[in-house]
C-alpha cells in the first residue's frame, strides 16, 4: 500500500520561506512522476508544481513560477517543494500526490494523480 506523508507546513511571515517534503513509502517511488497541488479555504484544489520521474523535467502553476521549487530524492523516497518570497494567497493546504501510471509524464490534472498524501498547512501572514 502506497503511503503519501507531507511535513513541513507552518506560519510564515509573508516574503518568508518554507520547504515542504512528501515520504513515500509502500511502492516504486523512482518510477513515478510527483506532483504538489494546494487547496485554500472555499477554493477547489489547485495545481501548483509536478516533477518527472526522473526528475529532468519539472512544470508550475504560473502563480508560483520563479518563487517555488519543485525537486526529488529517490534515494530517500521523498519530493519537496521549496518556497520563497511567500504571499498571503499562497495560504492552503498543500498536497503531494504520485501520478497514476509509471514512468509517464507528470501532468497538471489532479485527476491523473491516484494516491495523495494527508496535507500540510501552510499560512502566511501579511
Known amino acids: 500500500q502506497v503511503q503519501l506523508v507531507e511535513s513541513g507546513g507552518g506560519l510564515v511571515q509573508a516574503g518568508g520561506s518554507l520547504r515542504l517534503s512528501c515520504a513515500a513509502s509502500g511502492g516504486t517511488f523512482r518510477l513515478f512522476a510527483m506532483g504538489w497541488f494546494r487547496q485554500a479555504p472555499g477554493k477547489e484544489r489547485e495545481y501548483v508544481a509536478a516533477?518527472?520521474?526522473?526528475?529532468?523535467?519539472?512544470t508550475y502553476a504560473d502563480s508560483v513560477k520563479g518563487r517555488f521549487t519543485i525537486s526529488r530524492d529517490n534515494a530517500k523516497n521523498t519530493v519537496y517543494l521549496q518556497m520563497n518570497s511567500l504571499k498571503a494567497e499562497d495560504t492552503a493546504v498543500y498536497y503531494c500526490?504520485?501520478?497514476?501510471?509509471?514512468?509517464?509524464?507528470?501532468?497538471?490534472?489532479?485527476?491523473?494523480?491516484?494516491?495523495w498524501g494527508q496535507g500540510t498547512q501552510v499560512t502566511v501572514s501579511s
Open positions: 500526490a504520485r501520478r497514476r501510471n509509471a514512468m509517464i509524464a507528470p501532468t497538471t490534472r489532479s485527476r491523473d494523480y491516484d494516491y
Open positions: 516533477l518527472s520521474y526522473t526528475g529532468g523535467t519539472t
